[in-house]
């Protein structure tokens, strides 16, 4: 028994040198160690010897049991230092490396622009006012003073939804529930005037266009309005003026010719002079020297009236402009569908500002 047990212990130490792994370390104490290991055959063994070879017996279980459990601690303290040496080797990180590098989108040569717009306009106390691109046909036209005649608001010009609802047209609506807003919150407080209004308003707007290289069925567009009393053309003026070096040049000088719009009275288109050549006349401006950025005008009392807003009082003037073609321009973009097919390798040539 004595010998069989030395033989035991001189085995199992031998093969735990062998052990390379965690793994394997834990199967070898199963199997001398374990419930159903080597050590406890041998001590269930025991019961056949005499009453005075047990204790002497047991005790030598014990020792050896004792010494293969200490050659394990031994063993694993040794292995689990290994492993972690190991993969501190492998997870060595060189801080020399440069870092990768994040890709970047870029913001849409649009949606700059109206930045731009509004950045120039923020600066000359203007606020920026969003509303919904479903629209009654009210707000729309009836509003605005679009008579129940005019040809926008035929089947073919607009995108009807219902009867009375519709795709926007232009974002004139949005002004119109300011100024609608602004006399419900008056009378609410009880004041009998509502208050002066210098807004812009950025959006998407719906015309039921057959798409082409400068034609698109939606498009973005920024109005402007500003009524208070003693508004006059030559505010108006002003303001264009401002907005037209600030974006341009600040050598630019812009003209009005009369136009018509059923919303403002009197109406007017906006020229600036040529970016390209100054004034002097080029393919771009096709010699006239001028290049049209907006129409505008002085908003028509009739609008003013239906808002709420009492015409002799107040008065006020609007602007509209068509971002896609002032973005063309400025970029050389020669198909407005560019903007909408959003093409990468065009996209990113518009990295943002920042
Ligand atoms: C209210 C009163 C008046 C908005 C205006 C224009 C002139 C204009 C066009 C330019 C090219 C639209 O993008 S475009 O097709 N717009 O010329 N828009 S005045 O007048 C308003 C707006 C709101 C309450």
């Given at each position: 028994?004595k010998?069989?047990?030395?033989?035991?212990?001189?085995?199992?130490?031998?093969?735990?040198?062998?052990?390379?792994?965690?793994?394997q370390?834990?199967?070898?104490?199963?199997?001398?160690?374990?419930?159903?290991?080597?050590?406890?055959?041998?001590?269930?063994?025991?019961?056949?010897?005499?009453?005075?070879?047990?204790?002497?017996?047991?005790?030598?279980?014990?020792?050896?049991?004792?010494?293969?459990?200490?050659?394990?601690?031994?063993?694993?303290?040794?292995?689990?230092?290994?492993?972690?040496?190991?993969?501190?080797?492998?997870?060595?990180?060189?801080?020399?490396?440069?870092?990768?590098?994040?890709?970047?989108?870029?913001?849409?040569?649009?949606?700059?622009?109206?930045?731009?717009?509004?950045?120039?306009?923020?600066?000359?106390?203007?606020?920026?006012?969003e509303?919904?691109?479903?629209?009654?046909d009210?707000?729309?036209?009836?509003?605005?003073?679009?008579?129940?005649?005019?040809?926008?608001?035929?089947?073919?010009?607009?995108?009807?939804?219902?009867?009375?609802?519709?795709?926007?047209?232009?974002?004139?609506?949005?002004?119109?529930?300011?100024?609608r807003?602004n006399?419900?919150?008056?009378?609410?407080?009880?004041?009998?005037?509502?208050?002066?209004?210098?807004?812009?308003?950025?959006?998407?707007?719906?015309?039921?266009?057959?798409?082409?290289?400068?034609?698109?069925?939606?498009?973005?567009?920024?109005?402007?309005?500003?009524?208070d009393?003693?508004i006059?053309?030559?505010?108006?003026?002003?303001?264009?003026?401002?907005?037209?070096?600030?974006?341009?040049?600040?050598?630019?000088?812009?003209?009005?010719?009369?136009?018509?719009?059923?919303?403002?009275?009197?109406?007017?288109?906006?020229?600036?002079?040529?970016?390209?050549?100054?004034?002097?006349?080029?393919?771009?401006?096709?010699?006239?020297?001028?290049?049209?950025?907006?129409?505008?005008?002085?908003?028509?009392?009739?609008?003013?009236?239906?808002?709420?807003?009492d015409?002799?009082?107040?008065?006020?003037?609007?602007?509209?402009?068509?971002?896609?073609?002032?973005?063309?321009?400025?970029?050389g973009?020669?198909?407005?569908?560019?903007?909408?097919?959003?093409?990468?390798?065009?996209?990113?040539?518009?990295?943002?500002?920042?």
């Amino acid at each position: 028994m004595k010998e069989q047990l030395m033989a035991l212990k001189e085995q199992a130490l031998e093969k735990l040198t062998q052990q390379s792994s965690l793994h394997q370390l834990n199967e070898w104490k199963a199997t001398y160690l374990g419930k159903k290991g080597e050590l406890t055959a041998a001590l269930r063994g025991m019961k056949d010897l005499s009453a005075e070879e047990r204790p002497i017996v047991g005790a030598l279980v014990n020792e050896v049991r004792e010494s293969l459990e200490s050659a394990f601690d031994g063993q694993e303290a040794e292995l689990k230092r290994a492993e972690r040496e190991k993969r501190l080797r492998e997870e060595t990180i060189d801080v020399t490396l440069p870092g990768r590098s994040i890709p970047l989108g870029s913001e849409h040569p649009l949606t700059r622009l109206i930045r731009e717009v509004e950045e120039i306009f923020l600066g000359l106390g203007f606020q920026v006012a969003e509303g919904p691109e479903v629209e009654t046909d009210y707000n729309n036209f009836e509003a605005l003073n679009v008579p129940r005649n005019h040809p926008a608001r035929d089947m073919q010009d607009t995108f009807y939804i219902t009867e009375d609802m519709l795709l926007r047209t232009h974002t004139s609506p949005v002004q119109g529930r300011v100024l609608r807003a602004n006399v419900e919150a008056a009378k609410q407080r009880g004041e009998t005037s509502p208050q002066p209004v210098r807004i812009i308003a950025p959006g998407r707007v719906y015309r039921r266009d057959d798409d082409d290289a400068t034609h698109s069925h939606a498009f973005m567009q920024i109005e402007g309005l500003v009524v208070d009393r003693h508004i006059r053309m030559s505010d108006l003026k002003g303001i264009l003026t401002t907005f037209a070096q600030q974006m341009f040049g600040h050598d630019v000088a812009i003209r009005m010719r009369p136009s018509y719009f059923p919303f403002t009275e009197p109406s007017t288109e906006v020229d600036a002079t040529c970016y390209s050549c100054g004034g002097d006349g080029c393919r771009v401006c096709k010699q006239t020297g001028w290049i049209e950025i907006l129409g505008a005008g002085m908003v028509h009392p009739n609008v003013l009236e239906m808002a709420g807003y009492d015409p002799e009082e107040f008065t006020g003037f609007a602007f509209g402009m068509g971002v896609e073609r002032i973005a063309m321009r400025r970029y050389g973009i020669e198909d407005i569908r560019h903007f909408y097919t959003n093409d990468v390798r065009l996209m990113s040539q518009f990295k943002s500002r920042v």
